[in-house]
């Protein structure tokens, strides 16, 4: 039981590159969601997901995109990476009215 | 709009003592859940304890206690017995239940000094 995992750990990217973060999670929860983390701004909701095939947008969705075709994945897409989106990503996922559980978190930087 | 406020960006209490985290909540909900969560240095979100806006009783997991006061919209962590281990960030975070996502506090940085 892997519980929430995130791939990859860190990556480095140059403006206007593009690149895939993945969240997988075996505890067969509906709800998933992607957060980044700024210092001292704690987390932000970026997307999320109430299920398979479904998204909404958070507080912060602008230049970043998602996607949930299979239940126990949740992917995060940045289509052309800015300095700005350099930050600490988390997923989490969680059941209808329970606590969520956090993946390990990416480190991204944009140059 | 929905808002969660921590209003002590850092503290520093001395081990052994108690210690109260704050957290203010704003909904127009009637049915929500409130959550705190402890971020070590090492990054990784580890739970610590639930309310639901229906729960009579305050919620309690062993040296954590949630202090609900819902007239005040208040739901204050309270760590009794502070150790060096509770050193870390702090969030504070509410689940509405009408739009399924949960939203965070900016967070309190705690630092337990020996």
């Known amino acids: 039981n892997a519980g929430v995992t995130q791939t990859p750990k860190f990556r480095v990217l140059k403006t206007g590159q593009s690149m895939t973060l993945l969240c997988a999670q075996d505890?067969?929860?509906?709800?998933m969601y992607w957060y980044r983390q700024d210092p001292g701004m704690g987390l932000r909701l970026i997307h999320y997901?109430?299920?398979?095939?479904?998204?909404a947008k958070g507080e912060v969705p602008d230049g970043y995109n998602v996607s949930r075709l299979k239940k126990q994945n949740f992917l995060l897409g940045l289509e052309s990476a800015a300095p700005s989106q350099t930050s600490v990503y988390f997923c989490?996922?969680?059941?209808?009215?329970?606590?969520?559980?956090f993946g390990p978190g990416t480190r991204l930087t944009v140059t | 709009a929905q808002k969660i406020t921590q209003t002590q960006p850092g503290m520093f209490v001395q081990e052994k003592e108690a210690v109260t985290l704050d957290c203010t909540y704003d909904?127009?909900?009637?049915?929500?859940?409130l959550f705190w969560y402890k971020q070590p240095s090492s990054g990784e979100m580890i739970f610590l304890i639930y309310?639901?806006?229906?729960?009579?009783q305050n919620a309690t997991e062993g040296r954590y206690s949630l202090n609900f006061q819902k007239a005040r919209k208040s739901a204050n962590l309270v760590i009794s017995a502070s150790q060096l281990g509770d050193s870390a960030m702090y969030f504070c975070?509410?689940?509405?239940?009408?739009?399924?996502?949960?939203?965070f506090g900016s967070g309190t940085r705690l630092s337990i000094r020996p």
């Open positions: 989490a996922s969680s059941s209808l009215s329970y606590e969520q559980y």
């Open positions: 505890m067969n929860h509906e709800y």
């Open positions: 997901s109430v299920g398979e095939g479904t998204t």
């Open positions: 909904t127009s909900d009637q049915s929500y859940g």
């Open positions: 309310q639901g806006s229906y729960d009579e």
């Open positions: 975070a509410m689940r509405i239940s009408s739009a399924s996502k949960i939203i």
